[in-house]
């Protein structure tokens, strides 16, 4: 199956915003949005003020049920949108997955009260959108996932600890619990010598308590009621350690969650669905986990 989504596939999706009224905002007219293209096509987003779910639907008959929101990654200072989102939800959408990718706010003082909540706001509020309108979709709201790339794994793995967090006042009547979760080369932890500084310094500024670190630090808020994950990292990432995900994996193993994980010898970071690495493999054994967990059909 094809792993790129061409601008034709994309334009037929539907995007939706996420918020009436985008909760701890602050006003800055001075403050808009950026676009960042390849050729004709979109490859990201910068200084994002208000969140959209791009969605992207199976083909009639084909819908399982499940859906996945889709956190693209770069660093809490821009989106890498198209490789780690619109390419992701459109291969979700031709194995039956709804996919849902989310433009999420990037972390700023100056248009949020309090930034080191800002993305976080959002992923919950996807999740709780997915389940709000599961009826229309088609999906069964008891297998509604959270996928992250980097910062966006960052995200993802925060939305799968916090997820009980009151970070907004929710009216939606449903839980923000992602029911699984899939972390490409995701920043963990914001622990010195771990972390990725570009995404600690932007989501919690140069000046922070530990306290700040330890509760950013997904290593840390694993329970036994952390959704089942999926990892994938490449040994060789010189962005994001590959600690990163091995200190997750053995939280979610003491924690008793289920979890797999994949690192491969080389792949660097950033490769997206693949690029001439061993780490070219994972979306095929991303499904075959799927399968095992009856996410997607085998």
């Not at 959002?122 to 008891?142: C, E, L, M, P, T």
């Not at 966006?152 to 916090?162: C, M, N, Q, R, V």
């Not at 010898?265 to 799927?290: C, K, V």
Request: hydrophobic residues 35%.
């Amino acid at each position: 199956m094809s792993l790129f989504a061409s601008n034709a596939l994309i334009a037929q999706q539907q995007e939706v915003e996420l918020w009436d009224e985008v909760p701890g905002s602050i006003a800055d007219e001075n403050y808009t949005e950026e676009q960042q293209f390849d050729g004709e096509e979109i490859r990201g987003y910068g200084k994002v003020t208000k969140p959209t779910l791009t969605i992207f639907t199976p083909e009639a008959g084909t819908a399982n049920g499940t859906a996945v929101v889709i956190c693209p990654g770069g660093g809490y200072s821009h989106l890498a949108i198209n490789k780690e989102g619109y390419k992701l939800g459109a291969w979700f959408a031709e194995q039956g997955v709804t996919g849902f990718v989310l433009k999420y706010r990037l972390p700023h003082d100056r248009i949020m009260q309090d930034k080191s909540i800002g993305p976080l706001q959002d992923a919950q509020r996807a999740i709780r959108y997915v389940r709000q309108h599961a009826g229309d979709y088609g999906i069964d709201a008891s297998k509604v996932g959270i996928m992250g790339f980097s910062a966006g794994g960052h995200l993802a793995s925060t939305a799968s600890t916090h997820y009980a967090g009151a970070v907004y006042t929710s009216t939606e009547g449903v839980s923000a619990r992602p029911d699984f979760a899939v972390l490409i080369y995701p920043v963990i932890s914001m622990q010195e010598g771990i972390t990725h500084q570009g995404s600690r310094d932007n989501l919690l500024g140069k000046k922070t308590t530990q306290a700040e670190v330890y509760n950013t630090s997904g290593e840390y808020q694993v329970t036994p009621e952390t959704p089942m994950t999926f990892l994938v990292h490449a040994t060789d990432d010189g962005a994001v350690p590959v600690e990163n995900s091995i200190r997750y994996y053995l939280a979610l193993k003491d924690a008793g969650v289920p979890a797999e994980m994949h690192l491969y010898e080389d792949g660097g970071h950033g490769f997206g669905m693949g690029r001439t690495a061993t780490a070219n493999s994972w979306p095929e054994a991303l499904t075959l986990w799927m399968q095992k967990h009856g996410l997607v059909s085998e």
